[in-house]
């Protein structure tokens, strides 16, 4: 009995001995768990280096104006100078490159004349100053009219200012408005917007678009609405609300559509009935890209509207920004604004000096 008690007792001991390490194993298991999970943790909330986002230069607007009139610079006005004091190009060569880029016949023989007459024997430079004082000729008598008091704005100015935005379809005038109700709003001015264009939901649409981009508030009617009634509501709120600046997107039309240059005259005639100055600017949007057909277009538009001013946009599409000389020259309007490309900052006040030394390639300072 006394053997068979001893290994009964040997046989709980070895049984409570393999119990003791299997429960301590599991405890150190369990212990070693979290410290394994902590680590992992620890891994995945470890800061990462921040991600560099590419430093992107801000392009000056020096530099914006000489990438967009490039075309311009290098097929047309940029080798004049060359090619006549070298003798590369006779002057019906140079005579055929005015008028591939746009240039009216008149301007055109004026300028070769002036070539010939006071251009022999000068050098390249020579021959890009005499062509940039010949346009700056025809066109600074006219550029001085511009009324540059309503285009800078002045808070201690208190005067709410319309703009009528005008042109054929899709010269540029929703996104014009666009970058000028952005840059107006930047500067600190009230701005708000007339969505006029109501033949188009997408208009509207568009308009809408990037007034919540500049934070402007819009006057949008339903589709099919009178364009003249929103234009007349979107005046009203202006002036009785203190706007600095209201301008008024209109929907593109063709010049030759009398229906439709009457409706323009009409939705012009309707805002001066809230303000007898309103709209100070009645500004015409032309496309560079169309050249001499942009004359025709700008004489129609005037006939009809009274314009007051010229924004030239798309001038970095094609090589003739430089039929702006003629536009101006023949209609006697000035260029308020310049578009050089789709971004807000491809959007500036003209600067003739800057516009012609930067188109044949002169020195700017
Ligand atoms: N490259 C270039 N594109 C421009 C410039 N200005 C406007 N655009 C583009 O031209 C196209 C037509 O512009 P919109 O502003 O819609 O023209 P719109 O005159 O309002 O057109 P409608 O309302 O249809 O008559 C858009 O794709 C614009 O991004 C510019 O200066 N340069
Ligand atoms: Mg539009």
Same mark, same amino acid.
């Given at each position: 009995?006394?053997?068979?008690?001893?290994? =009964?007792?040997?046989?709980?001991?070895?049984?409570?001995?393999?119990?003791?390490?299997?429960?301590?194993?599991?405890?150190?298991?369990?212990?070693?768990?979290?410290? =394994?999970?902590?680590?992992?943790?620890?891994?995945?909330?470890?800061?990462?280096?921040?991600?560099?986002?590419?430093?992107?230069?801000?392009?000056?607007?020096?530099?914006?104006?000489?990438?967009?009139?490039?075309?311009?610079?290098?097929?047309?006005?940029?080798?004049?100078?060359?090619?006549?004091?070298?003798?590369?190009?006779?002057? #019906?060569? =140079?005579?055929?490159? @005015?008028?591939?880029?746009?240039?009216?016949?008149?301007?055109?023989?004026?300028?070769?004349?002036?070539?010939? !007459? #006071?251009?022999?024997?000068?050098?390249?430079?020579?021959?890009?100053?005499?062509?940039?004082?010949?346009?700056?000729?025809?066109?600074?008598?006219? %550029?001085?009219?511009?009324?540059?008091?309503?285009?800078?704005?002045? !808070?201690?100015?208190?005067?709410?200012?319309?703009?009528?935005?005008?042109?054929?379809?899709?010269?540029?005038?929703?996104?014009? =408005?666009?970058?000028?109700?952005?840059?107006?709003?930047?500067?600190?001015?009230?701005?708000?917007? *007339?969505?006029? #264009?109501?033949?188009?939901?997408?208009?509207?649409? %568009?308009?809408?678009?990037?007034?919540?981009?500049? *934070?402007?508030?819009?006057?949008?009617?339903?589709?099919?609405?009178?364009?003249?009634?929103?234009?007349?509501?979107?005046?009203?709120?202006?002036?009785?609300?203190?706007?600095?600046?209201? @301008?008024? #997107?209109?929907?593109?039309?063709?010049?030759?559509?009398?229906? @439709?240059?009457?409706?323009?005259?009409?939705?012009?005639?309707?805002?001066?009935?809230?303000?007898?100055?309103?709209?100070?600017?009645?500004?015409?949007?032309?496309?560079?890209?169309?050249? %001499?057909?942009?004359?025709? %277009?700008?004489?129609?538009?005037?006939?009809?509207?009274?314009?007051?001013?010229?924004?030239?946009?798309?001038?970095?599409?094609?090589?003739?920004?430089?039929?702006?000389?003629?536009?101006?020259?023949?209609?006697?309007?000035?260029?308020?604004?310049?578009?050089? *490309?789709?971004?807000?900052?491809?959007?500036?006040?003209?600067?003739?000096?800057?516009?012609?030394?930067?188109?044949?390639?002169?020195?700017?300072?």
């Amino acid at each position: 009995m006394d053997s068979l008690n001893i290994l =009964i007792f040997a046989a709980i001991a070895v049984l409570a001995l393999i119990v003791l390490f299997l429960v301590f194993k599991k405890k150190k298991v369990e212990i070693q768990k979290p410290v =394994i999970e902590e680590k992992k943790v620890t891994e995945a909330a470890a800061p990462k280096a921040a991600p560099v986002a590419p430093a992107i230069p801000k392009v000056s607007w020096k530099d914006r104006l000489t990438l967009g009139l490039e075309k311009s610079r290098s097929e047309v006005w940029g080798k004049i100078g060359n090619l006549f004091s070298t003798g590369t190009a006779s002057l #019906d060569e =140079i005579e055929e490159i @005015l008028y591939t880029a746009d240039i009216p016949t008149g301007l055109v023989q004026e300028l070769l004349g002036k070539l010939e !007459k #006071d251009g022999k024997g000068k050098g390249p430079e020579e021959i890009q100053n005499l062509v940039f004082g010949f346009m700056k000729d025809k066109m600074a008598p006219i %550029q001085d009219s511009i009324h540059s008091h309503v285009f800078n704005f002045d !808070k201690n100015e208190k005067k709410t200012r319309v703009f009528m935005i005008v042109g054929v379809n899709g010269a540029g005038k929703t996104t014009t =408005i666009g970058k000028l109700a952005t840059k107006l709003n930047s500067q600190g001015a009230k701005v708000i917007v *007339g969505a006029c #264009d109501t033949f188009r939901a997408a208009a509207v649409d %568009q308009l809408q678009v990037w007034c919540d981009r500049a *934070g402007v508030d819009m006057v949008r009617a339903k589709d099919g609405a009178d364009p003249s009634g929103v234009a007349y509501d979107t005046v009203a709120k202006a002036f009785a609300e203190n706007y600095d600046y209201c @301008l008024i #997107d209109t929907a593109g039309r063709l010049h030759t559509n009398q229906n @439709l240059m009457d409706e323009l005259a009409k939705t012009k005639r309707v805002m001066s009935k809230i303000n007898a100055e309103a709209p100070q600017e009645v500004l015409l949007v032309l496309d560079a890209i169309t050249g %001499q057909n942009a004359l025709k %277009q700008a004489q129609e538009f005037n006939k009809a509207l009274q314009l007051t001013g010229i924004i030239f946009t798309k001038c970095d599409g094609s090589a003739k920004a430089g039929s702006a000389v003629g536009i101006v020259d023949h209609l006697k309007v000035p260029i308020t604004y310049i578009g050089v *490309g789709e971004s807000v900052d491809d959007l500036q006040l003209f600067d003739l000096e800057l516009y012609l030394k930067t188109l044949v390639g002169l020195e700017t300072t």
